[in-house]
């Protein structure tokens, strides 16, 4: 054929007849390009996911996210309603201080924050103690009651248990002493943590309140449990406060007993040392060692302040006047007075007489005299006065050097006598507080309370407090969400089969021709009652219906495609079996059929036929393999004309035992030009492609090849594979058609659930075409 070698981009006109007009058909490319709105990519290459293509895998697969959500809320909705109530009995307590004076509590308005927080810690570790849990297990006998005894597993316990015994041998019996000790030692271990883990203490914040809970199945025996578990800690927190005070108690009688003996012996120590030293007191009022000392003090200190102030005279030179009254002479105011009356009758006499006037020069000389012989007088006081100070200076150092020596021998004797007076003074003081003490804990011993009050006796519960309902299936929706999404996700990483023409043209790289529903699931909308007989034909015998609307898209496809080629022959084919080939094939050729074109469908699968039943043809003695192997057979012995106007088939025939070997043999070559002679278009019906050459072969005599691929079916690595063999043998694959459709797959512009409104609309009008009859088959007899 000349058309199978052309360029892509040139159109090819047929002139099947001379009564037929031509017919301009167009094949459809691979483009590197864009098509129906995406790009095409390489084989190999890894698609690129946004979130809105995540929210597209979710919704496509809707089903099983749902049903993964159902069965993980189900789950844990048994598990909520089978699981056994639990009820908490809750009581609250107070933690009293002790008496601060009390000798089990020195120290404790001192302690920090911190060292009061860890008392309360501690409390509440002992609240959740083993010890306390044996003591309740033994005073209620519980190994014996419902509460604690073994029941059925429940139903996921009894599954995981038959699971673990499948890979796990069980234990061997044994008989003996020591294995029922064992045993018994164990199920009380069990018993002791059972109890262990229903109990629960906290601490109310910055208060010394400790709420106290127990679980149990029974609300009135939890309310028991915790009654006694409260009762045996009060009784051990009793027990452990008096023994404390007795072992204080003893303490103290021993301390007391060192305390007195230390006492009498520094007494005896302090009477010894004041006997031998002749001592009667050392106190600083009855010390005369220490008043003569100070007197001696006093008298030195005089002297020096005496002696200093004459030197000071003598070297100021001052007159008698300024001298103190001690050194001054007796007639020392005698002289001053007759000097005095000298100077005053020289001056009255001077304001009478001449300077020179011999009373005045007189009386002159004898004031010089009387001054001379009073400084003389003074020089001469206050060096003796000096003289005089000095030497009792150094008698009163002579003194106080005396008086020194003896207070410092005095004074060793008194450190030492203070010493053991303090020594008697601390024991005196020792023993009185270890006496009072004493005396207090005698009267504890008697008393002592328990620290630890009840506020809250325990409550009797009147909810469960587990199962949480509502938290267990808040968290079975939220895992069952996220389980059905990564549901989803798994699926669609797993499943790598077709589900939709963006698929095709995402994945593949090849362009799509449309979608075809699948009619098996929505037979209403599809215009079927019942069973159909003929599926194939349904397309024309409903034109209006989702069926027909999408054989005709994928008619358009194929015929407005550019760039333009005349078809004349086109394969049919799969990658696998079981993809709608042979319904694809005949329900484009009836469509494609009509008054005025002639098609003809030849089935081309000499493995597997089908065509002929397709078209009720009862046996399969005439056909291709009949018009390829016999020289007297003609076209018109074997082609048939179908119920549909312009539609003509050519069964298989025979089956041959080399089908491949038929199909490319020379009598084939020479057939495809009687067949494009006679019929407008020629669709071949071929075996799949992968695990069988004779759709290659085919593809390679043919001006095309439609490529059907069943939704969910399939690997794109098969189809990869199918397309690569195809293209191997020089063949050109026109488009790829999506067969078996689910609703939610897009074709015919838009989702079909899009359409089936569309169609409602439209089918409802009052020029609503009817469903055409079926015309009988009968052969055709053209020369």
Request: net charge positive; hydrophobic share 40%.
């Amino acid at each position: 054929m000349s058309s199978r070698n052309l360029p892509p981009d040139e159109s090819i006109t047929l002139n099947a007849a001379p009564e037929r007009s031509p017919v301009e058909l167009r094949a459809r490319v691979r483009s590197s390009g864009h098509f129906s709105g995406g790009p095409f990519l390489d084989r190999g290459e890894e698609p690129s996911y946004s979130l809105n293509d995540y929210i597209g895998i979710i919704l496509k697969r809707k089903r099983a996210a749902v049903l993964v959500f159902l069965v993980v809320l189900g789950l844990a909705a048994v598990y909520t309603y089978t699981s056994t109530r639990i009820y908490r009995s809750e009581a609250t307590l107070e933690i009293d201080k002790d008496n601060v004076n009390s000798i089990n509590n020195i120290g404790e308005a001192l302690s920090p924050v911190w060292a009061q927080a860890e008392t309360f810690s501690t409390q509440t570790e002992i609240l959740r103690s083993r010890n306390l849990a044996e003591k309740l297990l033994d005073r209620m006998k519980l190994g014996d009651t419902p509460e604690f005894t073994p029941q059925e597993p429940s139903f996921f316990v009894a599954i995981l248990d038959r699971a673990l015994s499948w890979v796990s041998p069980p234990p061997a019996v044994q008989h003996s002493d020591n294995y029922e000790k064992s045993r018994d030692a164990i199920r009380k271990d069990q018993l002791v943590q059972s109890i262990s883990s229903r109990v629960s203490a906290k601490r109310e914040t910055n208060s010394r309140l400790l709420r106290v809970s127990m679980e149990a199945k029974d609300p009135e025996f939890g309310q028991k449990m915790l009654q006694n578990y409260i009762d045996i800690y009060l009784e051990q927190n009793l027990n452990k406060r008096r023994m404390v005070s007795r072992e204080a108690g003893s303490w103290l009688t021993a301390e007391l007993k060192r305390a007195e003996d230390k006492l009498v012996g520094s007494m005896a120590a302090l009477v010894q040392f004041t006997n031998q030293h002749g001592m009667v007191s050392l106190e600083d009022n009855a010390n005369h060692f220490l008043k003569f000392f100070d007197k001696a003090a006093e008298g030195l200190v005089r002297s020096k302040e005496h002696r200093v102030q004459l030197e000071a005279f003598q070297r100021e030179g001052q007159g008698i006047p300024v001298l103190p009254t001690e050194v001054k002479p007796l007639d020392f105011q005698s002289v001053k007075e007759k000097l005095s009356l000298l100077e005053s009758e020289y001056m009255q006499m001077r304001e009478i007489y001449a300077d020179d006037y011999p009373k005045l020069v007189m009386l002159r000389k004898q004031i010089s005299f009387l001054k001379d012989k009073i400084s003389d007088s003074e020089k001469k006081v206050v060096t003796a006065a000096v003289e005089t100070a000095k030497a009792q200076e150094m008698l009163q150092q002579e003194s106080f050097e005396k008086a020194k020596r003896e207070a410092m021998d005095n004074n060793s004797l008194g450190v030492q006598y203070a010493v053991f007076k303090k020594e008697v003074e601390t024991s005196e003081q020792i023993y009185r507080i270890m006496l009072q003490k004493s005396k207090e804990m005698e009267l504890n011993i008697q008393i002592i309370g328990n620290n630890v009050n009840v506020v809250d006796a325990p409550t009797m519960p009147v909810r469960p407090v587990k199962p949480r309902t509502a938290l267990n299936l808040l968290i079975g929706a939220f895992l069952g969400l996220v389980g059905g999404i990564m549901a989803a996700l798994f699926l669609e990483h797993v499943d790598n089969s077709v589900h939709s023409p963006e698929d095709i043209e995402k994945h593949l790289g090849l362009p799509s021709l449309g979608a075809i529903p699948d009619i098996n699931k929505f037979k209403k909308l599809h215009e079927v009652n019942g069973k159909v007989k003929t599926p194939e034909l349904l397309a024309c015998e409903a034109p209006k219906s989702p069926l027909a609307e999408a054989v005709r898209n994928v008619k358009a496809s194929i015929f407005l495609s550019a760039p333009a080629a005349s078809i004349s022959t086109l394969v049919v084919s799969s990658a696998g079996p079981r993809e709608g080939k042979t319904f694809t094939a005949v329900s484009i050729a009836s469509v494609i059929a009509s008054g005025n074109k002639k098609v003809l469908i030849v089935d081309a699968d000499l493995r597997k036929p089908r065509v002929g039943r397709v078209f009720g043809q009862k046996d399969n003695s005439a056909g291709l393999t009949t018009l390829l192997t016999k020289d007297d057979v003609g076209l018109h012995k074997v082609v048939r004309r179908s119920s549909v106007p312009g539609l003509y088939y050519l069964s298989a025939g025979p089956l041959p035992p080399n089908p491949a070997g038929l199909l490319e043999s020379d009598r084939m070559m020479g057939l495809l030009p009687q067949l494009k002679d006679s019929f407008d278009l020629v669709i071949f019906d071929s075996p799949p492609v992968v695990g069988f050459s004779d759709a290659r072969i085919l593809a390679a005599s043919c001006d095309g090849v439609i490529l059907v691929v069943k939704e969910r079916y399939l690997p794109i690595g098969i189809i990869r594979q199918a397309d690569a063999m195809i293209s191997s043998a020089s063949g050109r694959i026109l488009g790829v058609v999506l067969n078996m459709a689910s609703r939610g797959s897009s074709y015919y512009g838009g989702r079909y659930s899009r359409y089936y409104s569309y169609y409602h609309y439209y089918s409802q009008g009052p020029y609503s075409v009817q469903r055409l009859g079926r015309v009988e088959d009968a052969g055709i007899r053209d020369a």
